[in-house]
């Protein structure tokens, strides 16, 4: 790279940090939180050796949490349960907030036309992937100085805890550089940040796949995620997977800014298809589904897939429990019986992939802020369309397509549960689809409120999503108590498979919905566009 193509670098970079550093907190704040949560609440929940076996075998009885945590090396520790419950999960976030910073300060920038008035200064063709690149490299440093100074303060093993944060590092610094690519190739900086987070959802889910379903150990090193794995804090401390993260960040970046003197400024190496010279859609429903057409797809072929990793599970499921000595021996105490925990099981994997529709859903709704800003939505309500059926188109296709995708995951879970010999039919799987809908339901409800009618808080619109997961996901593994689980949504989806469900906690949900859609929907009555 010629030295003139990276003039402006440092002046781009400390304004771009004095405007952008805020942002970061977020990211910085998540992967720390779920590290120092993890050592400071372990010895006070699992206080002897009974109780730590016990949990241990509820893990690894469950599949389902392997395909996000990974594999639990050693939770008889409090550093080996932070490693567990924090590695992945953190180095996911870590690589989310990277992707996100790439994209927006390089292909963000042109699509705004910010990146126009950069390059009339004096500034090289490279100085904003440059500095896009190393705003994500300083926050992932950050993420992981902060999550291993105060883990190791709070009572984490100071070498355990370094590492655990470098995997953090290291993960953000892989996919800045996927980032980087990505940008070159998208048409837009949605395309190119819909490229970098499905190729991270593909491999973390792929990732816990094949732990779970012990495949063979050369298949972890397939898989840049699989290499953060095996650095095995607390339970070997591997440092030197780490030089394969940064060696691959190192190319794929050089790959990057390679890619960028082969494309046009404002295009991507992949060009959007040009519209054609009429419109076709006449009315707000036609337009709904035209421009969320191409994530719809998208999300339902990633359903399906869910549906077979998650359906694949339950074949084992039945298998994993009475080959666990430790859940033999709580079977045998009468605490629990494995059709009890199978159908729980069932409950919890739908719950997940209910978690994962809000996120397809909140996505939708959120491209009518998205329309607002970029001054599209103003010339459709010049016409004689009303505000509030504009929004409740949008919200229609957003609440329909969440439940089309929850029950394609559970025609297929059903698929498999009903040949597995384990006690569920395909009825209950549908079925239990079915009822995790609300819930689903009322963390787009949420989002609606926010955007309907305080838009200028548009990122808490994932707040209910981020609260679900963790009441649903990592609640129990902290043992709180039922009131704070309920702030979960799909915490009240009813178990169908026993005796008299109890169907009441939907009931609420679902008034609790309604009223989120109110208040969205009358803010936005009232509310200037944009």
């Given at each position: 790279m010629a030295s003139s193509s990276t003039v402006g670098t440092r002046p781009l970079l400390h304004a771009s940090l004095r405007h952008e550093g805020r942002s970061f907190a977020p990211w910085i704040l998540l992967p720390t939180a779920l590290s120092v949560s993890s050592v400071l609440i372990y010895p006070w929940l699992f206080s002897d050796a009974l109780e730590r076996k016990a949990f241990a075998a509820t893990i690894g009885a469950n599949p389902a949490l392997g395909l996000i945590f990974g594999p639990a090396y050693d939770l008889s520790t409090t550093d080996g349960f932070n490693a567990w419950r924090s590695l992945a999960l953190g180095g996911f976030i870590a690589a989310l907030g990277a992707i996100?910073?790439?994209?927006?300060?390089?292909?963000?920038?042109?699509?705004s036309g910010q990146a126009e008035l950069l390059a009339s200064g004096v500034s090289g063709r490279s100085s904003r992937l440059l500095t896009a690149v190393v705003m994500a490299v300083i926050c992932s440093a950050a993420i992981g100085i902060v999550s291993c100074v105060l883990t190791g303060l709070c009572g984490g093993d100071w070498a355990s805890s370094a590492l655990l944060a470098a995997g953090f590092?290291?993960?953000?610094?892989?996919?800045?550089?996927?980032?980087?690519?990505?940008?070159?190739?998208?048409?837009?900086?949605?395309?190119?940040?819909?490229?970098?987070?499905?190729?991270?959802?593909?491999?973390?889910?792929?990732?816990?796949?094949?732990?779970?379903?012990?495949?063979?150990?050369?298949?972890?090193?397939?898989?840049?995620?699989?290499?953060?794995?095996?650095?095995?804090?607390?339970?070997?401390?591997?440092?030197?997977?780490l030089l394969i993260g940064v060696a691959f960040a190192v190319v794929v970046a050089v790959v990057g800014f390679a890619l960028q003197s082969s494309r046009d400024f404002g295009q991507g190496l992949i060009p959007s298809r040009p519209g054609p010279p009429r419109g076709s859609a006449g009315t707000p429903l036609s337009l709904a589904i035209r421009l969320n057409r191409a994530p719809i797809v998208s999300w339902a072929v990633a359903f399906l897939g869910l549906g077979v990793v998650f359906g694949y599970f339950t074949r084992s499921v039945k298998d994993l429990l009475t080959s666990n000595p430790a859940m033999a021996s709580i079977f045998a105490s009468g605490a629990a019986s494995p059709a009890d925990l199978i159908s729980a099981f069932v409950t919890t994997i739908l719950s997940i992939v209910g978690i994962i529709v809000s996120v397809a859903g909140v996505q939708i709704v959120n491209r009518v802020r998205t329309e607002e800003l970029d001054d599209r939505a103003e010339p459709v309500l010049a016409t004689a369309v009303h505000r509030l059926r504009y929004l409740a188109t949008n919200v229609g296709v957003a609440l329909l397509a969440t439940a089309a995708f929850l029950m394609i995951a559970g025609v297929v879970v059903g698929v498999f549960a009903s040949t597995a010999d384990i006690g569920i039919t395909f009825g209950d799987a549908l079925l239990q689809a079915v009822a995790t809908i609300p819930a689903a339901w009322t963390v787009i409800a949420f989002a609606v409120a926010i955007l309907g009618a305080r838009p200028a808080a548009r990122p808490a619109i994932w707040l209910g999503v981020l609260v679900s997961f963790v009441m649903t996901v990592l609640g129990p593994s902290f043992k709180l108590p039922d009131w704070a689980l309920g702030f979960s949504p799909f915490h009240h989806v009813p178990d169908v498979v026993v005796t008299d469900p109890d169907g009441w906690g939907l009931v609420w949900i679902g008034l609790v919905a309604l009223g989120f859609l109110a208040i969205g929907f009358v803010g936005f009555r009232r509310r200037d566009i944009p």
């Open positions: 996100f910073i790439v994209v927006k300060a390089s292909r963000g920038q042109e699509d590092t290291v993960s953000g610094w892989m996919f800045a550089a996927v980032a980087a690519v990505s940008s070159q190739i998208g048409a837009d900086a949605r395309a190119a940040t819909t490229i970098s987070v499905s190729l991270l959802g593909i491999l973390f889910v792929l990732r816990g796949f094949l732990f779970s379903i012990s495949a063979p150990v050369w298949t972890s090193w397939i898989n840049p995620l699989g290499w953060i794995e095996e650095t095995r804090p607390a339970s070997g401390n591997h440092w030197w997977p």
